[in-house]
């Protein structure tokens, strides 16, 4: 749905205008707008330890990934590997992607940018996953 002028929307407006910053939980950490434009969105993703975020992939953007702090195994359609401070991810549309943080007691911090004429939490499809049925 279209919603540009939404109350949630212009909120979400006021809030970065005035550098009221507010995170969101999920069962794996929180995320945090920290920018927004036209064609771009700027996410910290806060993932906690041997958490995961769920197995997906998105029609209509494509994203970058730059990992701040704390180690993770990232999956990129069939491809495993592990993460740290200041690798980099591209995630191109319609490509399947998922993050596990492996450490047991440090948060993973990633720094998440979405790029798109259509940047919306809805366009997401996710699938089960298995990370055991991926190879390194």
Same mark, same amino acid.
């Given at each position: 749905?279209? @919603? #540009?002028?939404?109350? $949630?929307?212009?909120? $979400?407006?006021? *809030?970065?205008?005035?550098? #009221?910053?507010?995170?969101?939980?999920?069962?794996?950490?929180? /995320?945090? #707008?920290?920018?927004?434009?036209?064609?771009?969105?700027?996410?910290?993703?806060? #993932?906690?330890?041997?958490?995961?975020?769920?197995?997906?992939?998105?029609?209509?953007?494509?994203?970058?990934?730059?990992?701040?702090?704390?180690?993770?195994? =990232?999956?990129?359609?069939?491809? @495993? /590997?592990?993460?740290?401070? @200041?690798? $980099?991810?591209?995630?191109?549309?319609?490509?399947?992607?998922?993050?596990?943080? +492996? $450490?047991?007691? *440090?948060?993973?911090?990633?720094?998440?940018?979405? =790029?798109?004429?259509?940047?919306?939490?809805?366009? +997401?499809?996710?699938?089960? /996953?298995?990370?055991?049925?991926?190879?390194?």
């Amino acid at each position: 749905g279209d @919603k #540009i002028n939404s109350s $949630s929307d212009l909120l $979400s407006k006021y *809030q970065h205008r005035h550098g #009221i910053r507010h995170a969101q939980s999920r069962k794996w950490g929180t /995320f945090e #707008i920290l920018e927004q434009g036209e064609k771009h969105l700027v996410k910290l993703l806060t #993932i906690r330890p041997r958490q995961n975020i769920s197995y997906q992939r998105h029609n209509e953007r494509s994203e970058q990934w730059l990992v701040l702090e704390g180690t993770g195994l =990232f999956v990129l359609d069939e491809k @495993k /590997f592990e993460i740290v401070a @200041k690798d $980099s991810v591209l995630v191109p549309p319609m490509s399947w992607h998922w993050v596990k943080n +492996i $450490s047991q007691d *440090q948060p993973l911090y990633i720094l998440e940018t979405w =790029f798109g004429d259509i940047l919306e939490e809805s366009d +997401i499809e996710r699938e089960d /996953f298995d990370e055991t049925a991926v190879s390194q």
